[in-house]
């Protein structure tokens, strides 16, 4: 029946479709559905694993120094994504590989794991064969495999595949994450992908918590630098002080003192005041050089003796004044070593024994050891507390005591020892026990053993030859050094020209008219000039290679490195009068020195 007003169409009118076209529309609409479906889940899986991710990222930025919490997130994200009936993930130290993190996988195969674990890796375990291969290793079914231990199947009661992906930091294996299901099968590689994003994550918080514990690492190092520095300052400022206020006590005595006994025992004094206050820029200037990379072993043979000897004689009298037993062991050893600075470790390890023994003695003798020769230092003093020991090769740094030693130094002595050491290559070992005393050792490589023993290289402490009548030039803009240096030279009997620079050092030889022997110029002058511009505009001008040494109260890496690269003698302020004249007689006799 119609609607009103409209015609009535009959049946046969109406549009038809055949069975063949009302088939392929309902498999479009079927198949429709089927990727719909499809792009739903694909959509769900997406927005699962960059929840996931996001998760991971969130813990590994609230624990940087922990990487467990994002281990468990790794493994349970695992489970639930891959649709996987376990996750378990493994790091491997470089030797064994350890099981750190599970999820779902029951109690008795975990305590199974956790017999297992840590193990080398092995066949018998996925996680073994990912760490061997450092690849994904996919097997479909555990219970066909020979080389799998066969226990965890039969613990689990069915067969299984698993899949293992490796923890990889720029090519090395850090770990291992390991899925498995409860079927056997094909592994999808959506799957393994997944399963590689999760290791990159494992990777990335590993290295996340090595850098925090790092940048922690530096700032307790900068912190503990900052602590011995403030401590140096403050025993710098006391030590340099007390020798400086003795001795302006003494000096204040002598001016007054017509007693010839009297003055002789004030000038003993200063004399020992003035080598405390070397002894401290000594220290201050040997860490300087090291600190430079000016400083280069120059490799001898020699017989061991002459150090021991050295040692020896050094040390026999301060040793006698406190009440000290000092024992030499003798040794026909010879070795291959840089005599000089060998003798300053040695120096140091022995002076220091002296200082702190107050009471027993102190022994110095060799053992060998293979190829090497041990240099030992042993003391019956306080010892060194086991958590104190791994401190104190570091700068500055001195053992806490009730009543400082004023003597003690700055406490550089033992990190110039460590850094001579390293320089070197001669190894440098400590045992101690607290109120046992403590044994310090330096081992120096051996060598073949010869007939008789070889002379000591020459000390600056050589008896001098004449200067009498020599013509010496000193440039220095300080009036007091050019006063002190004046008069010591001309009671030698030496003829002193005297400049603050270069050109007016010319002005004064041209008014001499002489050419100077020597050349002795401080190595900063005023106007930003050198001494190196210095002694280079005298020997243009006057056409000869003068014998020319500096001398600098510059300690600063660079102005060492800087006077290294010259080619010219660094003394450093203050300069020891008879080195200073060993010095000079060394420089009149050879008159090398490179232009």
Same mark, same amino acid.
């Given at each position: 029946?119609?609607?009103?007003?409209?015609?009535?169409?009959?049946?046969?009118? @109406?549009?038809?479709?055949?069975?063949?076209?009302?088939?392929?529309?309902?498999?479009a609409?079927?198949? !429709?559905g089927?990727?719909?479906? &499809?792009?739903?889940?694909d959509?769900?899986e997406?927005?699962?694993?960059?929840?996931?991710?996001?998760?991971?990222?969130?813990?590994?930025?609230?624990s940087?120094?922990?990487?467990?919490?994002?281990?468990?997130?790794?493994v349970?994200?695992?489970?639930?994504?891959?649709r996987?009936?376990?996750?378990?993930?493994?790091?491997?130290?470089?030797?064994?590989?350890?099981?750190?993190?599970?999820?779902?996988?029951?109690?008795?195969i975990?305590?199974?794991?956790?017999?297992?674990y840590?193990?080398?890796?092995? !066949?018998?375990?996925?996680?073994g064969?990912?760490l061997?291969?450092?690849? %994904?290793?996919?097997?479909?079914?555990?219970?066909?495999?020979?080389?799998?231990?066969?226990?965890?199947?039969?613990?689990?009661?069915?067969?299984?595949r698993?899949?293992?992906?490796?923890?990889?930091?720029?090519?090395?294996?850090?770990?291992?994450?390991?899925?498995?299901?409860a079927?056997?099968?094909?592994i999808?590689?959506?799957?393994?992908?997944?399963?590689?994003?999760?290791?990159?994550?494992?990777?990335?918080?590993?290295?996340?918590?090595?850098?925090?514990n790092?940048?922690?690492? /530096?700032?307790?190092?900068?912190?503990?630098?900052?602590?011995?520095?403030?401590?140096?300052? &403050? #025993?710098?400022?006391?030590d340099?002080?007390?020798?400086?206020?003795?001795?302006?006590?003494?000096?204040?005595?002598?001016?007054?003192?017509?007693?010839?006994?009297?003055?002789s025992?004030?000038?003993?004094?200063?004399?020992?005041? %003035?080598?405390?206050?070397?002894?401290?820029?000594s220290?201050?200037?040997?860490?300087s050089?090291?600190?430079?990379?000016?400083l280069?072993?120059?490799?001898i043979?020699?017989?061991?003796?002459?150090? $021991?000897?050295?040692?020896?004689?050094?040390?026999?009298?301060?040793?006698?004044?406190?009440?000290?037993?000092?024992?030499?062991?003798?040794?026909?050893?010879?070795?291959?070593s840089?005599?000089?600075?060998?003798?300053?470790?040695l120096?140091?390890?022995v002076?220091n024994?002296?200082?702190?023994?107050?009471?027993?003695?102190?022994?110095?003798?060799?053992?060998?050891?293979g190829?090497?020769?041990r240099l030992?230092v042993?003391?019956?003093?306080?010892?060194?507390?086991?958590?104190?020991?791994?401190?104190i090769?570091g700068?500055?740094?001195? @053992?806490?005591?009730?009543?400082?030693d004023?003597?003690?130094?700055?406490?550089?002595?033992?990190?110039?020892?460590?850094?001579?050491?390293?320089?070197?290559e001669?190894?440098?070992?400590?045992?101690?026990?607290l109120?046992?005393?403590?044994?310090?050792?330096?081992?120096?490589?051996?060598?073949?053993?010869?007939?008789?023993?070889?002379?000591?290289?020459?000390?600056?402490?050589m008896?001098a030859?004449?200067?009498?009548?020599?013509?010496?030039?000193?440039?220095?803009?300080?009036?007091? %050094?050019?006063?002190?240096?004046?008069?010591?030279l001309?009671?030698?009997?030496?003829?002193? &020209?005297?400049a603050?620079?270069?050109?007016?050092?010319l002005?004064?030889?041209?008014?001499?008219?002489?050419?100077?022997?020597?050349?002795?110029?401080?190595?900063?002058?005023?106007?930003?000039?050198s001494g190196?511009?210095?002694?280079?505009? $005298?020997r243009? &001008?006057?056409?000869?290679?003068?014998?020319?040494?500096?001398?600098?109260?510059?300690?600063?890496?660079?102005?060492?490195?800087d006077?290294?690269?010259?080619?010219?003698?660094?003394?450093? /302020?203050?300069?020891?009068?008879?080195?200073?004249?060993? %010095?000079?007689?060394?420089?009149?006799? #050879?008159?090398?020195l490179?232009?």
């Amino acid at each position: 029946m119609g609607l009103p007003g409209f015609p009535t169409m009959p049946k046969s009118a @109406l549009p038809t479709r055949d069975e063949g076209e009302i088939g392929r529309l309902r498999k479009a609409n079927a198949k !429709l559905g089927e990727e719909l479906a &499809a792009r739903n889940r694909d959509l769900t899986e997406a927005l699962d694993q960059k929840t996931a991710m996001a998760e991971i990222l969130r813990v590994i930025s609230s624990s940087p120094n922990d990487a467990l919490p994002v281990f468990q997130t790794i493994v349970q994200s695992a489970v639930a994504l891959c649709r996987s009936f376990f996750a378990n993930l493994f790091l491997f130290d470089g030797e064994l590989l350890h099981f750190v993190a599970t999820h779902s996988t029951g109690p008795d195969i975990e305590q199974l794991l956790r017999s297992k674990y840590p193990m080398r890796p092995d !066949l018998s375990q996925v996680s073994g064969r990912v760490l061997l291969s450092k690849s %994904v290793v996919h097997l479909e079914d555990v219970s066909a495999d020979p080389d799998y231990e066969q226990r965890f199947t039969t613990a689990m009661g069915w067969t299984w595949r698993m899949l293992g992906v490796p923890m990889l930091r720029e090519g090395r294996p850090l770990g291992a994450i390991v899925v498995g299901w409860a079927e056997a099968g094909p592994i999808a590689k959506a799957q393994e992908e997944l399963l590689r994003t999760f290791a990159d994550q494992a990777v990335i918080a590993l290295e996340n918590v090595r850098l925090f514990n790092e940048i922690q690492d /530096k700032s307790r190092q900068l912190d503990l630098a900052n602590t011995y520095k403030a401590r140096f300052l &403050a #025993a710098a400022s006391h030590d340099l002080r007390q020798p400086l206020h003795a001795l302006n006590l003494f000096v204040a005595q002598l001016q007054g003192e017509s007693d010839p006994i009297e003055r002789s025992r004030l000038i003993a004094q200063i004399d020992a005041t %003035v080598g405390a206050i070397n002894e401290l820029f000594s220290a201050l200037l040997d860490m300087s050089k090291l600190e430079a990379g000016v400083l280069e072993p120059d490799l001898i043979e020699l017989p061991v003796v002459q150090l $021991l000897k050295r040692v020896e004689t050094t040390f026999a009298e301060s040793a006698r004044e406190k009440g000290l037993r000092l024992r030499v062991v003798p040794s026909t050893a010879w070795i291959r070593s840089d005599f000089i600075l060998l003798e300053r470790i040695l120096f140091n390890l022995v002076s220091n024994a002296v200082r702190y023994t107050a009471r027993g003695g102190v022994v110095i003798g060799c053992r060998r050891r293979g190829e090497w020769l041990r240099l030992e230092v042993w003391d019956s003093g306080p010892g060194i507390p086991d958590d104190q020991q791994q401190y104190i090769f570091g700068e500055f740094y001195q @053992l806490a005591a009730p009543e400082r030693d004023r003597r003690s130094g700055l406490g550089l002595g033992l990190a110039i020892v460590e850094r001579l050491g390293r320089l070197l290559e001669h190894p440098v070992e400590l045992s101690s026990r607290l109120g046992r005393g403590s044994r310090f050792a330096v081992s120096v490589p051996l060598v073949a053993e010869r007939g008789g023993p070889a002379e000591a290289p020459a000390s600056s402490a050589m008896p001098a030859d004449p200067v009498q009548g020599k013509v010496i030039m000193v440039i220095d803009d300080d009036a007091l %050094v050019v006063d002190s240096m004046r008069g010591l030279l001309q009671s030698w009997d030496c003829i002193v &020209a005297t400049a603050e620079s270069g050109p007016e050092a010319l002005a004064r030889l041209a008014e001499l008219g002489e050419t100077p022997d020597v050349i002795v110029s401080d190595y900063r002058l005023a106007d930003g000039k050198s001494g190196i511009e210095a002694i280079e505009l $005298l020997r243009g &001008a006057l056409g000869v290679a003068i014998p020319a040494f500096l001398i600098s109260g510059e300690t600063v890496p660079e102005r060492l490195r800087d006077a290294s690269a010259s080619g010219f003698l660094l003394l450093h /302020k203050p300069v020891p009068p008879m080195a200073l004249r060993a %010095v000079l007689n060394r420089f009149l006799k #050879a008159r090398d020195l490179p232009v």
